[in-house]
């Protein structure tokens, strides 16, 4: 994550050096097209290859094309098709990388422990955010983009080693799901008997996978549990052959599975609505806001580190915790609470109120985050979590970002006060649909 904002500043940097404006807004937004157009795509094959190898491999094509990049800047100056294609391939690397590193938790640790390590990655991603920026420019400054771009790559080089260290836990197969990574680390532990799945489930929502089912992998057809699974056209008496798996058909066994599961199909709903309320006013609403508010860049600086500092503590609450009874209706309430802090933040007149409200949005929105992302590795079967991560990432880096340029034409239209109401009010949403749906709302983390 370090390696990644140090290159995010580095092609910034070298996109403004090489072009106009316009063309460095284009180089940095076009990876942004992959990611989302190729990410379910990248679910099913984390979900096939199993996601130790995928990671791998990703992480180590990520490296080798910075580093490319880097040495040609070295020794040339090629321009912004570089770059562009640089940002292409980091996009299409994403969209398989990041549904991989969503479905490592479970294959690692027990249920019991992902609500912890979601709030130990909240930590990371905090701490990669604070430390990149500086280091990416300290790297501009000493010897310009080719230095850190250079230095991003070394970064992303020390992780592959780490993530080769990574041992799996063994998992069932569900929906044509490949365990080649479990075949790699046959002598590690098991995975978690049905039985601690059971005792862990919230009240209303049943075990994982049908009765007898040792795995827990959800039978084709079932239609019971909140793991129901849609039964095909096709599927009929158990008699007549399944047609071979293939990476279509685990598409749409994903797609049904999240649309027939009770607690994810909304549980994606309220992070969509959570998001798209939320990216819009905290990215560049804020910028707008604080200028015409006359707070200036440090004031806005001052506001956005609040922002980081409540969701600092509210992952660092999580990874010590561990667990929050009644995870759903709690996650639901920080994010109705979360909404509200929104729509106040464009009410107040100075910088050190709108600190305050800036750290109670990030610490309710920032536990509601935390919670959402924990329910969402402990609802899934770990055969369909690469394709969970996947859907969950188009909602969060396809669809929220567009509500950027949105935002930014509504405030000149409107003004700050009426758009960040309205951006509140679809925020809310989200907590709205989490506590209307009852298996969502009376959802528990493990214990």
């Not at 909240?122 to 300290?138: H, K, S």
């Not at 230095?151 to 080769?164: F, M, T």
């Not at 058909?249 to 909304?266: S, T």
């Not at 700050?416 to 749906?437: H, I, K, M, N, R």
Request: proline fraction near 6%; include cysteine; hydrophobic fraction near 55%.
């Amino acid at each position: 994550m370090i390696g990644d904002n140090v290159f995010y500043i580095a092609l910034s940097w070298a996109a403004v050096r090489s072009g106009t404006p316009s063309q460095a807004g284009l180089v940095m937004a076009v990876s942004a097209v992959p990611r989302a157009l190729l990410m379910l795509g990248g679910g099913v094959v984390a979900d096939r290859f199993g996601p130790r190898r995928v990671v791998i491999g990703s992480d180590a094509v990520r490296c080798a094309a910075v580093l490319t990049v880097a040495a040609l800047l070295f020794v040339a100056h090629p321009g912004l098709w570089l770059l562009a294609l640089l940002a292409v391939v980091f996009g299409i690397v994403d969209a398989v990388f990041m549904p991989a590193v969503g479905a490592l938790p479970a294959r690692v640790t027990g249920r019991d422990q992902l609500a912890r390590v979601q709030g130990m990655r909240g930590l990371a991603v905090r701490f990669a955010n604070v430390v990149g920026a500086p280091l990416g420019g300290l790297g501009v400054a000493l010897g310009g983009s080719a230095t850190a771009f250079a230095l991003a790559g070394l970064l992303i080089a020390v992780s592959v080693p780490l993530l080769i260290s990574v041992r799996m836990r063994e998992t069932p197969q569900a929906g044509g799901a490949n365990t080649a990574d479990t075949a790699d680390t046959a002598n590690t532990a098991n995975t978690a008997n049905t039985a601690d799945t059971a005792d862990t489930a919230p009240a209303p929502v049943e075990a994982v996978g049908p009765p007898g089912d040792p795995d827990g992998a959800p039978a084709r057809g079932d239609a019971s549990g909140p793991h129901a699974r849609v039964p095909d056209a096709e599927d009929g008496a158990a008699a007549v052959p399944e047609r071979p798996a293939t990476a279509w058909r685990d598409l749409r066994d994903g797609l049904r599975y999240i649309r027939g599961h009770r607690v994810l199909a909304p549980l994606i709903v309220t992070i969509a609505l959570g998001d798209l309320g939320f990216v819009g006013p905290l990215n560049v609403g804020l910028a707008l806001l604080a200028d015409r508010r006359g707070w200036g860049a440090s004031g806005m600086g001052l506001v956005v580190a609040a922002f980081g500092a409540g969701a600092g503590a509210a992952a660092l609450l999580l990874a010590w915790r561990g667990t929050l009874p009644r995870a759903g209706s709690a996650g639901a309430a920080a994010l109705l609470g979360g909404s509200v802090a929104i729509g106040a933040l464009a009410q107040v007149p100075g910088v050190g109120a709108a600190v305050g409200v800036a750290l109670a949005i990030g610490l309710l929105a920032g536990l509601s985050g935390a919670l959402c992302g924990a329910l969402l590795q402990t609802q899934s079967d770990p055969a369909y979590l690469g394709r969970v991560t996947a859907v969950a990432g188009i909602v969060s880096l396809g669809l929220a970002p567009l509500s950027m340029p949105l935002t930014a034409a509504a405030i000149g239209w409107w003004g700050t006060g009426p758009v960040f109401a309205g951006s509140a009010v679809v925020c809310g949403l989200g907590g709205v649909v989490a506590l209307a749906v009852r298996d969502l709302r009376r959802a528990e983390l493990p214990r």
